[in-house]
């Protein structure tokens, strides 16, 4: 109601942008000698007289049209800001090529996903897993369209390395999606060793942007590259002598061992049915490629 009180007069001004003052004046014309004045007028001033008039008129109705996006995309705000999901338990029905699908109580919600945790879904589809959200809107008010986004993450750390990474200058929330295709624990590790060329590789992020985040964020991921790092870590002793040579193959093909470990200990749990060393490395790779399929 607030907000319709604050728009009225600039509704008003959109249906009449001369409105008639006191004393008879409209638009700083008498309204009684208006009509000899424009007789009298030649036909130029005329012109001139009508084109200050639309262009007022245009400048007024832009006026109206920017306070209601602002107002609107601030009652927006206010009623988003309310919602505070900060983690989704459901069974994972579907994982996509940025985002997956949790099924919570027969409502499907999409949650928009980093790259680097694809992979480790995909092993877990069909199963009930946990993300821990953080919700954003995207859009703003010279587009007039503003969506809501759920993004989710695997672990709290995870959440907390993207709240904290999103602070840097000109990483925003899905520039900052993009360029998480490695591991949280790999990339804060990069941050804390000053490595801006690493950063450099990720997608979306430049050598200034790279050197940006180098500068702003060292020295405050310690915690978290300790931490998220320990999740890259595989107990190799577990793996089977074909599950240890698909690895030294896989590692002689290029591949980092601590990638190709993380595949094959996914490939595990979705592929049990693999057992020669060809068979593991297909299984690992589908693991990569996130086109793993639960059995």
């Known amino acids: 109601m607030q907000c319709v009180r604050i728009l009225c007069p600039f509704l008003a001004a959109w249906n009449n942008p001369f409105p008639p003052c006191k004393g008879g004046i409209q638009g700083g014309l008498g309204q009684s000698n208006t009509r000899s004045r424009k ?7 005329l012109r001139k007289e009508g ?4 262009t007022v008129a245009s400048v007024r109705k832009s006026l109206v049209l920017a306070v209601f996006l602002v107002i609107r995309h601030c009652a927006l705000l206010t009623c988003y800001n309310r919602i505070m999901i900060t983690h ?3 069974q994972l029905v579907e994982v ?19 790259g680097y945790a694809l992979a480790e879904l995909a092993a877990h589809n069909g199963q009930t897993v946990t993300l821990h959200t953080i919700f954003f809107i995207d859009g703003g008010q010279n587009s007039g369209l503003m969506e809501p986004h759920l993004l989710g993450f695997p672990r709290a750390e995870d959440k907390l390395f993207f709240r904290r990474f999103i602070s840097v200058k000109g990483i925003g929330p899905k520039k900052a999606l ?16 000053g490595d801006a060329k690493a950063l450099k590789g990720l997608p979306g992020i430049g050598a200034r942007a790279a050197e940006l985040i180098v500068a702003e964020l060292r020295g405050k ?3 978290l590259a300790v931490s998220a790092s320990a999740h890259l870590a595989v107990d190799t002793s577990r793996l089977t002598t074909a599950q240890r040579d698909a690895i030294d193959a896989m590692i002689s093909l290029g591949d ?10 996914q490939a595990v749990a979705s592929d049990a049915a693999a057992d020669t060393v060809d068979e593991w490395i297909r299984a690992a790779y589908r693991v990569k490629t996130g086109s793993v399929v639960a059995r």
């Open 39 to 45: 007789k009298n007028l030649p036909q130029p001033l």
């Open 51 to 54: 084109r200050k008039k639309a």
């Open 88 to 90: 989704i338990t459901g």
């Open 96 to 114: 996509c090529e940025d985002h997956v699908v949790v099924d919570r109580e027969g409502v499907g919600m999409t949650i928009l996903t980093p």
């Open 178 to 193: 993009k360029a998480l295709s490695e591991p949280v624990g790999r990339i804060a590790n990069w941050i804390e060793q």
């Open 221 to 223: 991921l310690g915690d």
């Open 256 to 265: 980092g061992r601590a990638d190709v470990e993380s595949w094959i200990e």
